[in-house]
């Protein structure tokens, strides 16, 4: 079946820092998408990608949907404490209505 | 708006007991997912329903999961008999039909602990 896989599974970085995660499905998706997980919490919608090799900013996020669409990645410019949580993409493929959530990469942001 | 709600927040129970989760999704919203989330894990999809049919249920554990939502609006996950491997945060979520954008506005969820 299909299966959407995140790397790193674990970052740390310094504030300030940047920070990229990485979302990789096995298979072709229609449309992807970024969420964010408070620890504690429940995630929260960032963003949706639909078109191939689609760029989108919101502030210091940058999202970015690969040409194959089958990648995606999630850019932090500048880490602030706030950005502390999990990303998860979570990808959806044609023909199905179903969201795949990948596995998730948990930021750590030291001040 | 209000948002999602989802009852109880928290459940003990001993293995092989049952237990049944509630939810109230966004108002207008015809679509309403029930997901799985084991600590350290993504969020899996039990069961998704359109309005009151399901479109998807092919990772429910059918022989001791049972999902309905009647009348279309809120929903109830019941599973019978648990066991250790339950154990997980139950999260519901909800989404508009239509339009380009399937935003998932998820609940708080409810904390599952198996003994």
């Known amino acids: 079946g299909q299966q959407v896989m995140q790397i790193p599974q674990y970052q740390h970085v310094q504030e300030g820092e940047d920070f990229t995660t990485y979302c990789n499905s096995s298979?072709?998706?229609?449309?992807i998408q970024w969420y964010k997980q408070r620890p504690g919490g429940h995630p929260v919608f960032l963003i949706q990608?639909?078109?191939?090799?689609e760029v989108k900013k919101q502030k210091r996020l940058t999202f970015q949907f690969g040409e194959a669409k089958k990648n995606s990645s999630l850019h932090i410019t500048a880490t602030q404490t706030t950005d502390v949580g999990t990303y998860f993409c979570?990808?959806?493929?044609?023909?199905?209505?179903?969201?795949?959530f990948g596995t998730g990469t948990r930021l750590k942001v030291l001040a | 708006e209000a948002g999602v709600a989802q009852s109880p927040r928290y459940k003990i129970i001993e293995k092989r007991q049952s237990v049944a989760f509630w939810c109230n999704p966004i108002?207008?919203?015809?679509?309403l997912y029930w997901y799985q989330q084991i600590l350290g894990q993504g969020p899996k999809l039990l069961i998704q329903?359109?309005?009151?049919?399901?479109?998807?249920d092919s990772q429910l554990p059918k022989d001791r999961f049972s999902a309905e939502r009647l009348k279309g609006v809120d929903s109830t996950l019941k599973i019978q008999p648990a066991k250790l491997e339950d154990s997980a945060v139950y999260l519901c979520?909800?989404?508009?039909?239509?339009?380009?954008?399937?935003?998932?506005?998820f609940g708080p969820g409810t904390r599952l602990t198996v003994l």
């Open positions: 979520a909800s989404s508009l039909e239509g339009g380009r954008i399937h935003e998932q506005f």
């Open positions: 298979t072709t998706l229609s449309n």
């Open positions: 990608l639909v078109k191939s090799g």
């Open positions: 979570a990808g959806r493929t044609s023909g199905t209505y179903k969201y795949i």
């Open positions: 108002s207008g919203h015809a679509t």
């Open positions: 329903f359109q309005n009151n049919g399901v479109v998807d």
